[in-house]
């Protein structure tokens, strides 16, 4: 049995930079999603119509925070995305520059 594809909204609560080529990306969705271990989910890079699949990084059950493991690769466009729009503008953000500066959507897409 194939279990129905759903679209959901989430948010970026935090990043962090686990290493010179990994970061950690939270997320946060309006409702509870339940996965088991091993399973992923195709997240839509924002402004774009590409989607990059990634497995659960926190514990399995049913929660509305996600942890996924970006791995930064040069020219990739979740790469790009993450590294481009969301390390700088955190970076601002903390020396208390407006968050609302930087323009940038904070929405990513699960599927």
């Known amino acids: 049995m194939v279990a129905a594809t ?16 990994v970061v950690r990306v939270d997320l946060d969705t309006a409702v509870p999603v339940g996965f088991l271990p091993g399973q992923y ?4 890079v924002p402004g774009t119509e590409a989607k990059r699949s990634y497995s659960f990084a926190n ?12 791995k930064l690769i040069e020219g990739g466009v979740m790469s ?3 590294g481009n729009r969301w390390l700088p503008a955190l970076m601002r953000l903390a020396r208390n520059t ?12 699960f599927t």
């Open 80 to 82: 790009t995305w993450v």
């Open 59 to 70: 514990s399995p059950g049913v929660s509305q925070k996600h942890s996924f493991y970006v």
């Open 6 to 21: 759903v679209a959901l909204t989430a948010t970026v609560s935090a990043l962090e930079r686990v290493s010179s080529t």
């Open 41 to 44: 989910v195709h997240l839509t």
């Open 98 to 109: 407006s968050p609302s500066a930087n323009g940038n959507s904070n929405a990513a897409h």
